[in-house]
Structure formats: structure tokens, C-alpha cells
């Protein structure tokens, strides 16, 4: 029987995909992230994730290394880390390489989480991968092993790569988790004995069964004795429901059009989602898509989170705040680290 979460431990976290809200440039949506990674690190957050995407107009993710190498440099206490590095389009020798370094320049505060997806479309995946053979290949799980036993030095003797020294010091190993939004993720998660995170915000119906799924098959590894679990969300706080809502609206605009497949817009702002009339494919979209969001009042948020981590077992929960204004959103996670003391 694994020991379970309390209420009374769970922690809060921050997934950020460096999203260009407003119309603003590429250089004013990063300022934004500095800002907040260093709001969050004043108010106890536990980690700060950023998000690898490709091929993206509004997103400026596409390399969670460097932002994760920036970040840390400008905060103190914050773990920092990839929510996460999709493994098919990278080298596991690099990937190592570019940790053990974080690790190396900012000890016990580096996290590795990592996807089995490209976090993009077929031909930006061929293009990060420059070769159709690898492109066609499906070998996540052989990319994993390669990955650990550079970190664990346990490479067959047989093996070419056991002469390859990733890094200087072998102790040069972040935090690992496992990304998922289905059962392949927590599968893994828990036969390698890794932490694992389920994107809530893609799949809500599959939290908390898959979550509560991986704490029992968790086998404990040299990386970790312990199962550690993290739910990601969208979550809108605000001082009073109907402001939270107001602040909800373009997120909630924003997966509708994706849910009818609108890939070409632009986040909407906040006066384009209040004035926006929806049509019924979209109002669908929204009412399937609800699970995704915790929006409302302090005390109302701070309910359902408690009820969503004790369903799904889980130590922590990952806020993905997709509020547009700066200000609005800097008060959303203000509302939440004084409501679970998190500082």
C-alpha cells in the first residue's frame, strides 16, 4: 500500500508555454514569463515547467532547455524544469548533456520532464529530425533507455556508448518525470519508477483514473523510491466568480476553436471573447471541453483543487493560467499561494 497525499501537503506548480497574448511581440511574451517565474518563486510555488512546441504562431516554447537555463538563472528557491522535452526530437546523449549542465549550474532545482510526442505536426517533426527513417521509427522506449543509463552510467560493457561520459560528474541528475495525457505515459512512469504528470488539460475525463493507476503499479527505481504524481490544469482564480469567469473567457473561446478545428486564430483577447457569440459546434466544444478548467472565486478553486488531488492521489497540482492580462493573471497565483500557504 503506497503512502497517500494529505491535503494539508499539496503543492502548487507553474506550466507555462509562453504564450503571445494581446498582439504583443515575441520579446514582450518572454519578458512576461520572467515576470511570473519570478512571481512564483517569491510566493512558494514548488516548480516552474516550460512546455516544448513547434510550428507555432504564438507560442515561443520551442526549446524548454534555454528558457528553463534563463529562468533559473533570475530565481533563487524555484525548482525549474521541461513540462517537457519531447524525446523523438532530440538526441538522449544531448538531453543529458544539456541537464547534468542546468543541474551542474543550479544544484537540486532542475527538473526533466519528458514527452513521447513531437509536440508538433508531421513535417516540422521531419524537419527537427532531418530524416524520414527516424521520422518513421517508433522508439520512444529505446530513446528512454539510451537517456537513463547515461544518467546511471549502466550501459552493457558490450555497448558502444558505455565509453561515452555525458557529463563530468555522474551526480549530475535532475528530478525525471514522465509526461502523459493517456495510459502509454503512466505506464512508463511507473514501471521505470519515474514522477509522473498527466496533462489534465488535454484529457480531463483520463486524470484520475490514470493517476490513481500509476501510485498503484509504481515500482521504485534508482530515481526515485517513491511514487510523485502531478495534475496540470487551467486554472482562473480571481477576487469574485463573475470576475473569474470575465478573465476565463478567452481560454475558454480559444479550445472551443480548437475543439471545431479553428487552428488559424490569434488568443483572443478579453473584448473578443465577452463579445463573442458562439455557435452551437463551439458552445459543444466548451461544454465537453469543461473539465479542463478550475475557474472561479479563491475559496471556490481552492474546493475543487482539493477534491481533484484527492481523487487523483496526487502530491502536486500544475496551474496553466491562460489569462491574457498580466496584471489579472499575476493576481490569479497571488489569490492561490496565499490560499495554500505556500510561502
Known sequence: MTEQPTKDSLKLSVLDLATIYDRKSATEALQDSTELVQL?????????????????????????????????????????????????????????????????????????????????DGLTALALRRSREALQANDVMEQLHELMAYFTRDFPEDHPFAKITPSPDPSLQPDMFMLGSSDGGMKIAAQYGLGFAFAGQINPQWAVPMLRRYRERFQPSVFSEKPYSILSLIVI?????????????????????????????APPTLDEASSHTYTDAEEAARQEGSGRFVIGSVDSVKEQLEKLATDAQVDEIMILNMITDQKARHHSYSLLAEAFHLS
Open 40 to 120: 512564483a518563486d517569491q510566493l512558494g510555488y514548488t516548480r516552474y515547467w516550460f512546455a516544448e512546441h513547434h510550428n507555432t504562431k504564438y507560442q515561443i516554447s520551442t526549446s524548454p532547455e534555454l528558457l528553463s537555463a534563463h529562468a533559473a538563472a533570475l530565481t533563487e528557491n524555484i525548482r525549474i524544469g521541461s513540462g517537457g522535452v519531447m524525446l523523438p526530437n532530440h538526441s538522449p546523449l544531448k538531453v543529458v548533456e544539456n541537464f547534468s549542465l542546468l543541474e551542474a549550474l543550479h544544484p537540486g532545482r532542475i527538473d526533466l520532464g519528458m514527452g513521447r510526442a513531437p509536440g508538433t
Open 237 to 265: 482564480c480571481a477576487d469574485t466568480d463573475e470576475e473569474a469567469a470575465y478573465y476565463a473567457g478567452p481560454a475558454e473561446l480559444q479550445w472551443a476553436r480548437w475543439g471545431t478545428g479553428q487552428f488559424h486564430f
